[in-house]
């Protein structure tokens, strides 16, 4: 695909622990370059799905998704040239053990400022909170920084999350206090789940997020039987054990070359 190649931009600028928002609506100009541009993995998973769902649908319905898709492409230069980004890891998996803890996680883009520092990345396709809310949606960012400097032995620079719709960095730099906290904040939410499995107590907490869910059928806030899942849960399970030894068996089967 070719690049829609986007005048410079300003950087992001931040200090200390305060997080800052910033936009950029410099005009984007398109050029015969032959440039290209990229687009994190994670989104174009995310696009291949919507695109899949949008088979079979009218033909409103797919002007509409791609319609959107140029939207974000289009405001994803508004906040930066790719050109001027040192990424050295997109959709990075990265996994660590911490305080007892195993971690895993998927930085959608690690990079390099210009002083050689480490910067976290996490791009973001659905709105933008406000203001108040903005420390809570750093915190899984703050998380990454947390793995990088016990995976990488060095703590990032600065995190950020990329709203393209709207388009909105926000961005902080990670430091003792934020850090410490993270750890602590993972601590206590690992034993709340060690509460939850002795006790077996998973009570259900309805919110918008659940507009989203397909286990409504199984869920007592909308009339579900959990132990309905757990009876679906084992035949599946049961019905993969089958299909494993069958073709293991018929594996036996097949005759090996002299």
């Avoid at 399970?237 to 299909?243: S, T, V």
Wanted: with cysteine; proline share 5%.
């Amino acid at each position: 695909m070719k690049l829609l190649n986007p005048t410079p931009t300003n950087r992001n600028r931040c200090s200390g622990s305060t997080a800052t928002r910033s936009r950029n609506q410099s005009a984007i100009a398109a050029t015969s370059s032959g440039d290209f541009f990229f687009v994190p993995d994670g989104d174009v998973l995310y696009y291949l799905g919507l695109a899949a769902e949008t088979e079979g649908r009218d033909g409103d319905a797919e002007a509409a998704f791609h319609a959107d898709a140029e939207a974000l492409v289009d405001a994803y230069f508004r906040l930066e040239d790719p050109r001027r980004v040192r990424a050295i890891g997109l959709e990075l998996r990265v996994e660590a053990e911490l305080d007892g803890i195993r971690l895993r996680g998927i930085i959608d883009r690690l990079e390099l400022d210009d002083a050689g520092e480490l910067v976290v990345t996490d791009y973001k396709t659905g709105a933008a909170p406000s203001t108040e809310h903005e420390r809570k949606r750093l915190a899984g960012v703050h998380i990454y920084s947390l793995l990088c400097e016990q995976i990488l032995g060095r703590r990032p620079r600065r995190v950020q999350l990329l709203y393209l719709r709207s388009p909105l960095a926000i961005a902080t730099e990670p430091t003792d206090r934020t850090t410490r906290g993270t750890r602590r904040t993972l601590g206590a939410l690992w034993q709340a789940v060690e509460r939850a499995c002795d006790r077996e107590d998973f009570r259900p907490q309805s919110s918008r997020l659940c507009d989203y869910c397909p286990f409504h059928a199984y869920c007592p806030v909308f009339g579900g039987d959990p132990d309905e899942a757990r009876r679906v849960s084992e035949q599946l399970a049961a019905e993969r054990e089958a299909q494993r030894a069958a073709a293991a068996a018929a594996a036996e089967l097949v005759p090996v070359p002299a």
